[in-house]
């Protein structure tokens, strides 16, 4: 007994409504057809459809085991178009959206390089950092900064990082440089309003206890640019990850400041719909992430 068939042959009678419908798409005959489900039945030991003379139902155990099929179903068809597809350059689009600081901090570079190596996968990027229902807005993957909250997500961390404190000299030269976290509420800060951590600046004390400052100032914003461009003119602090920092940092426009009150280390990660039957395409551009994220954090 070939239980797979079994199934495929009770799935197709659900789906049809009829044996006789079932035997003409499955190329075979109404009765045979009929003798599948009933040994199926058999050897389930339950009834799972009632048959009348008009139509056919489920029955509550029939319809918690087509559930199953159903699931089984789409598993061997994702299995079979997987190594089909295993044997051909990865194509198809990719719906993606991740905050605006990662593009210009050197992600969007690492895409362009990812096309150029793939031209036949089409990306669509949305550049937002708000917390979007990814099965509802139908999106394929999310890059995300920071603690993770959706549990019915999947999630690979593709690198680590820091939220830092930053200033450009010529501010630091005018208003002084903050001795503690406190001493922010004192200064002009820059807000990036696309982040979760715009409600509170988090920050870790040197005897490990936890803080958090609502920074305010007279510039909110949600471009990244924006805000990048006001610190290194000297108009403000800003707070952000290490990452969107480091070039400024290495050439010297910008500063760390509260270096002994560095928030706690978090992670850049990749968050996907709960999903066995990931598309490789999408399980590709993961890993190729991870791998440039993590050398670059190496150079």
């Not at 807005?137 to 999947?154: C, K, N, P, T, Y």
Request: hydrophobic share 40%; with cysteine; aromatic share 8%.
């Amino acid at each position: 007994m070939n239980i797979l068939m079994l199934m495929e042959t009770f799935s197709v009678v659900v789906e049809t409504g009829s044996f006789t419908a079932a035997a003409e798409k499955l190329g075979l005959s109404k009765s045979f057809v009929s003798k599948q489900v009933s040994l199926l039945e058999q050897d389930l030991g339950a009834r799972l459809l009632y048959r009348t003379t008009r139509k056919l139902s489920l029955s509550e155990e029939g319809s918690q085991f087509y559930n199953h099929c159903q699931l089984i179903m789409q598993e061997a068809e994702s299995a079979r178009a997987e190594l089909l597809d295993s044997h051909s350059s990865p194509k198809g689009k990719i719906r993606m959206t991740l905050p605006q600081s990662l593009i210009i901090s050197g992600l969007g570079v690492i895409l362009i390089q990812f096309q150029q190596r793939y031209p036949d996968i089409e990306l669509e990027v949305i550049a937002s950092g708000r917390v979007e229902d990814l099965v509802k807005s139908g999106i394929d993957l999310a890059i995300r900064v920071g603690q993770l909250e959706d549990s019915s997500l999947m999630s690979k961390r593709l690198a680590d990082c820091r939220f830092q404190v930053m200033a450009a000299p010529q501010y630091l030269e005018r208003f002084g440089e903050p001795v503690q976290p406190a001493d922010l509420l004192n200064h002009n800060c820059l807000i990036y309003g696309d982040s979760k951590v715009n409600k509170g600046w988090p920050f870790r004390s040197p005897n490990g206890d936890l803080m958090t400052v609502k920074a305010k100032g007279n510039l909110i914003s949600n471009d990244g640019h924006l805000i990048i461009d006001s610190m290194l003119n000297g108009l403000g602090i800003g707070f952000g990850p290490s990452f969107l920092f480091a070039r400024y940092i290495a050439e010297g426009k910008l500063k760390p400041l509260l270096e002994d009150y560095s928030s706690p280390p978090t992670a850049i990660s990749a968050l996907y719909p709960m999903n066995r039957n990931l598309p490789r395409r999408v399980r590709i551009l993961i890993d190729y992430l991870a791998d440039h994220l993590r050398s670059s954090d190496k150079e």
